[in-house]
């Protein structure tokens, strides 16, 4: 019983961007998450993760006034989404705010990669650094909005263990690249006014 009242004291204290559900409850994300690892390893085993550098040193600006630059690309090998659907994920960390810091957990997040590469429907991530106000993002491609939510609902837990309280946010654009929404930030610009514009990119400057 208290495992469960925490969960829904957790669900209802965050409130991801444009209402998506709140995270899982500990039981259903641990599960999930366990899942992620066994099909990460398979997959590094048999060298289907990769980075490239397309995007790597990309800045790209946001809504809210912030800015951020990309400094990681990973990838799966797999076949094109047939659901396309951009995910957007955001937190800031804990008791970080040196450069040094930053620094050390940007070379260290590398590990981090099993916990998102085995999901189901992941394709490729890109990292981007702490912007103006410490605000880690994740920018992904994912196939099916269903396999992004379930994703975001889980990685909550992880990301609740080294980030602020308050601070881990999701947004989910079904049917949208990624590449396309970064080359050309206006056409999502009417998919909602969301006032709190953290998630959507306005240009995407060399």
């Keep these: 019983m208290r495992t469960q009242d925490h969960d829904r ?3 209802d204290a965050e409130s991801p961007a444009r209402g998506e559900p709140g995270p899982l ?6 599960r999930a998450l366990a ?3 066994v099909r990460a390893a398979a997959l590094i085993a048999h060298r289907r993760v990769h980075q490239r550098r397309t995007h790597v040193g990309r800045t790209v ?3 809210d006034g912030t800015r951020a630059r990309v400094y990681r690309e990973t990838f799966v090998d797999r076949p094109a989404p047939v659901r396309p659907v951009v ?3 955001c937190f800031r960390l804990r008791r970080v705010r040196s450069e040094p810091a930053h620094a050390a957990f940007r070379l260290e997040s590398e590990l981090n990669t099993v916990l998102f590469a085995g999901f189901p429907g992941f394709v490729s991530k890109l990292w981007l650094r702490h912007d103006e106000r410490g605000r880690y993002r994740g920018f992904y491609q994912w196939d099916g909005p269903a396999e992004a939510v379930a994703y975001a609902r889980a990685m909550w837990w992880v990301l609740a263990l080294v980030g602020e309280p308050g601070s881990v946010h999701y947004a989910v654009l079904p049917g949208f690249d990624r590449d396309e ?3 050309t930030p206006d056409v999502v610009g009417t998919v909602t006014e969301q006032a709190d514009g953290w998630w959507r990119p306005i240009a995407t400057p060399p």
Aim: net charge positive.
């Design 9 to 11: 004291r957790a669900t």
């Design 25 to 30: 409850t500990s039981c259903r994300a641990l």
């Design 35 to 37: 899942g992620c690892l």
């Design 61 to 63: 600006a946001f809504a």
């Design 87 to 89: 995910l957007v994920l």
């Design 181 to 183: 929404v970064l080359a």
